[in-house]
């Protein structure tokens, strides 16, 4: 006789940060997947969970509960069982007869949709066509190495497809004070000048010279691009006036709380035509939204 396979595997960790949906609450079934999900599986910080519902389950006097995770670029769907008295849990991944059931009751990971609406754009620096097909938002800071590296090839991907995509630039420095707020807030006060200020500070913090020189007093930091926008013949008083009184600051910490609001962690990350992508992104991947 065949015999059915059923096999659960433990995880074990310390979750970081988790939201929960309210209603969950009033169902201790629920609430029982959702703490014992929160004592021992790993999660980024920013990762909300919420309940979705609940079913019999394969498993004699337990329920398959249904909960959703949703992390900074996707949400993922996933299966806990608890049997009907609240009080057993199982994590893990249940086979019958060689089936993952547990996959298939949960369904594919998503990526995570971003309204474009919702990013602000108009009040951010924009590099390319106006009218591009592809419009990226891209937040990032100016000692992230991996913000250069981003920056250096999507500037190889500009030149290859000048009239393609639309780049705005987004402040993420993470904390509002230190060495990198200050670099961001330099930059943001060119921008009270023009975008074309802007982006000539902007392109100079990620040269070498400029890593090297942000590793020096801000007063210094202060007087090399005050020098590079007086050598193009702008005012520098705009850019003073824009350190003096906070404007520059505000600007920044104006990007900072809308990366917060939409919980992300980490620079760089893009969102491309409303999809989050976090960390490098090969030239492949934002070419095919020139195909769509």
């Not at 029982?32 to 599986?41: G, M, N, Y």
């Not at 951010?124 to 066509?129: A, F």
Request: hydrophobic fraction near 40%.
């Amino acid at each position: 006789m065949k015999k059915n396979i059923l096999w659960v595997g433990m995880l074990t960790a310390i979750i970081l940060s988790v939201t929960v949906a309210s209603f969950a609450e009033e169902d201790p079934i629920a609430q029982a997947a959702i703490d014992t999900f929160r004592s021992h599986v790993r999660l980024p910080p920013g990762t909300e969970v919420k309940f979705l519902g609940k079913k019999e389950s394969p498993i004699p006097d337990f329920y398959a509960v249904k909960l959703l995770v949703t992390l900074p670029d996707k949400e993922i769907p996933t299966i806990i069982y608890v049997d009907k008295s609240g009080e057993k849990v199982l994590l893990g991944t249940l086979f019958i007869k060689g089936e993952n059931v547990t996959a298939k009751e949960a369904g594919p990971p998503k990526p995570k949709k971003i309204d474009m609406g919702l990013l602000e754009m108009e009040k951010s620096p924009l590099l390319g066509n106006r009218n591009a097909k592809v419009t990226i938002v891209e937040f990032s800071n100016f000692q992230c190495p991996y913000c250069t590296d981003s920056w250096s090839k999507f500037m190889g991907l500009m030149k290859r497809h000048p009239q393609d995509f639309k780049y705005i630039f987004k402040h993420f420095p993470f904390q509002p004070g230190g060495k990198t707020f200050e670099l961001s807030e330099m930059a943001a006060a060119a921008q009270e000048i023009s975008h074309e200020a802007f982006w000539l500070i902007h392109d100079f913090l990620f040269t070498k010279e400029g890593r090297d020189i942000a590793h020096q007093e801000k007063e210094a930091i202060k007087e090399k691009v005050e020098q590079l926008l007086k050598g193009k013949g702008y005012d520098l008083k705009v850019f003073q006036s824009a350190l003096e009184t906070g404007k520059a600051r505000n600007r920044v910490l104006e990007d900072m709380a809308l990366a917060n609001r939409l919980r992300l962690t980490s620079t760089p990350t893009k969102i491309v035509n409303g999809d989050i992508m976090v960390g490098q992104t090969p030239d492949s991947s934002l070419e095919k939204y020139l195909e769509k």
